[in-house]
């Protein structure tokens, strides 16, 4: 069935530092990508998507592009700060699957001054 | 501002006494779903109602119900809540459209405690 990998966390990084969050992902349709952020304590907030090959989804200096021939999307920021700490999540949604979120298993993110 | 309201916020509940909790929203999506989210791990799709059409997932435990009397609101109900059932429980809303399934709208969800 499909799936969603994220690289494992946490990650550390210093203000400023630019971002990567690595997510691929395995589907036999053609699905909808979407990475969801998550502050501590607190629901889940759509950060950005993507619902075809080449699209690229940006939010907040956030970007991520839907690459079909290598079935990712990873997430990037030029300078994160103090207030990206937070959870990252990758997800897909695939219409033959009735629309369900299949989730990566979340990257946590921790900035330092 | 339209949004998905969930209440309370914290609740705490002793073992095998019922709980339900509840999720409304104003965004008139005819898409309701509940997830469990226990710490650190990804959120667990428990449900999902289609306008009125309930959808269970396979492994969703007996113990949870749910009931979506209109549109605008949904309940969880935990008939026997036992220790492992203490998580975040999330409900999200959607729009089926031309296009398929949008993104979802999630609440700020309910932390339950089991004690």
């Known amino acids: 069935g499909d799936s969603v990998t994220q690289m494992e966390g946490p990650v550390t990084l210093s203000e400023e530092a630019f971002l990567t969050i690595n997510c691929t992902y395995t589907?036999?349709?053609?699905?909808?990508l979407f990475w969801y952020v998550q502050y501590p304590g607190e629901g889940l907030q759509l950060l950005l998507k993507?619902?075809?090959?080449?699209d690229k989804g940006s939010n907040k200096g956030f970007e991520a592009t839907y690459r079909k021939e290598t079935t990712s999307f990873h997430l990037e920021k030029g300078s994160v700060q103090v207030s990206d700490s937070a959870v990252y999540f990758c997800a897909l949604s695939d219409l033959r699957q009735g629309g369900k979120l299949i989730f990566g298993q979340g990257t946590e993110l921790s900035v330092k001054p | 501002d339209a949004m998905v309201i969930q209440n309370p916020r914290y609740q705490v509940t002793q073992f095998g006494k019922p709980v339900t909790l509840s999720c409304s929203q104003t965004l008139n999506h005819n898409v309701m779903y509940w997830y469990q989210q226990k710490s650190s791990q990804a959120p667990k799709l428990l449900f999902h109602?289609?306008?009125?059409?309930?959808?269970n997932e396979a492994d969703t435990p007996d113990n949870f119900q749910s009931r979506r009397p209109n549109t605008s609101f949904c309940f969880l109900d935990i008939r026997s809540p036992g220790l492992g059932d203490a998580a975040m429980y999330l409900c999200?809303?959607?729009?089926?459209?031309?296009?398929?399934?949008?993104?979802?709208?999630f609440g700020p969800g309910t932390r339950l405690t089991v004690t």
């Open positions: 999200a809303t959607s729009r089926e459209g031309l296009a398929g399934y949008p993104e979802q709208y």
């Open positions: 993507a619902t075809k090959a080449d």
């Open positions: 109602y289609y306008d009125k059409d309930f959808n």
């Open positions: 589907a036999t349709g053609y699905p909808s």
